[in-house]
C-alpha cells in the first residue's frame, strides 16, 4: 500500500513548467515539484533570481532549467510555449504563478494599469495552457494550477484590476475543466491566504495589517511558503486526477471564518 501511495503523490518522469518562478509562491512552487521528482521548468523576467532557483533545485538533486522571457509581450508567450519541450520534453503540469498586483486607489487606476493587470493575472494563464495543451493531450493527459486569490472572492482596498483579474482567474479554471478534462487534462486553482512575497511586502511591513490578516485566520498565523508545499504536489500528481475545476484555498482558514 505505501508504494501505492508513493507512486500515487510522485512526479517522477513529469516536467512541469511554472511561470513566475524567480520568486514568492512560484519560486515554492517550483521547488516543491522538484522535490516530488517533476524536472522543472522556469520562467521569469530575471535571468539572476532564475539562476539562483536552478542552483538550489539542483544542489537537492533535482532538475530545473532557466527559461527566461517577459510574459507581459504577447510574442514571448508564444517563444515560451514552443521552447518549453526542448528541455525535458513536453510539459505535463504547468502552473500559473506570475503576477502583478499594483495597489492603486481606484481613482488612480489608468487603462494602461488595467490592460497589464488583467494580461499577466488572466490573459496569460490562458493563452500559454492553450499553446501547451497538444502537447499534454499527446501524452494522454496533464495538470494545470492557478493561483487564484482571497480577492477572488472579496474586495480589498486599492485592488480593482487584481481582483478583477484573479475573479476570472476562478472561471477560467473552471472553463479550462469544461474544454479539456475529457481528454484527460485537470485544472485547478490555489487560493493562498498572505504570505510574505514581494507582492505582498507592504503588507508585511505594517505590523499591524500582519497581526490584522492573521487574526482573520482560523488557525491564528499567516501563512509560511511552504505551507504551498502539499497542495502543489497533490493538484500537479496523479493523485488529483479525478479532480478538476475546483478551487483549493490554502489560507489557514481565512474563508472559513
Given at each position: ?150 480577492q477572488s472572492f472579496r474586495a480589498f482596498a486599492d485592488g480593482a484590476p487584481y481582483g478583477a ?93
Amino acid at each position: 500500500m505505501s508504494n501505492y501511495v508513493e507512486d500515487l503523490f510522485s512526479l517522477a518522469g513529469r516536467t512541469a513548467l511554472v511561470t513566475g518562478a524567480s520568486s514568492g509562491i512560484g519560486r515554492q512552487m517550483s521547488q516543491a515539484l522538484a522535490s516530488a521528482g517533476a524536472e522543472v521548468v522556469l520562467v521569469a523576467r530575471r535571468e539572476d533570481r532564475l539562476a539562483e532557483v536552478v542552483h538550489h533545485i539542483s544542489d537537492g538533486g533535482g532538475g530545473a532549467v532557466a527559461l527566461p522571457g517577459d510574459l507581459g509581450q504577447r510574442e514571448d508567450i508564444t517563444r515560451i510555449a514552443a521552447e518549453a519541450a526542448k528541455f525535458y520534453g513536453a510539459p505535463d503540469i504547468l502552473v500559473n504563478a506570475a503576477g502583478i498586483n499594483p495597489r492603486q486607489p481606484t481613482a488612480e487606476v489608468s487603462w494602461d494599469t488595467w490592460d497589464a493587470t488583467l494580461h499577466l493575472n488572466l490573459s496569460v494563464p490562458f493563452f500559454l495552457a492553450r499553446a501547451l495543451v497538444p502537447g499534454m493531450q499527446a501524452k494522454g493527459g496533464g495538470n494545470i494550477i492557478n493561483i487564484a486569490s482571497l480577492q477572488s472572492f472579496r474586495a480589498f482596498a486599492d485592488g480593482a484590476p487584481y481582483g478583477a483579474s484573479k475573479s476570472g482567474v476562478v472561471q477560467l479554471t473552471r472553463a479550462m475543466a469544461e474544454a479539456w478534462s475529457n481528454t484527460g487534462i485537470v485544472a485547478n486553482a490555489i487560493v493562498p491566504g498572505f504570505f510574505k512575497t514581494e507582492l505582498t511586502s507592504s503588507i508585511f511591513e505594517d505590523p499591524d495589517k500582519v497581526q490584522h490578516h492573521a487574526g482573520m485566520t482560523a488557525v491564528g498565523r499567516n501563512g509560511e511558503l511552504a505551507d504551498l508545499d502539499g497542495a502543489t504536489v497533490f493538484l500537479a500528481s496523479r493523485a488529483a486526477a479525478y479532480i478538476t475545476g475546483q478551487v483549493l484555498p490554502v489560507d489557514g482558514g481565512y474563508t472559513a471564518k
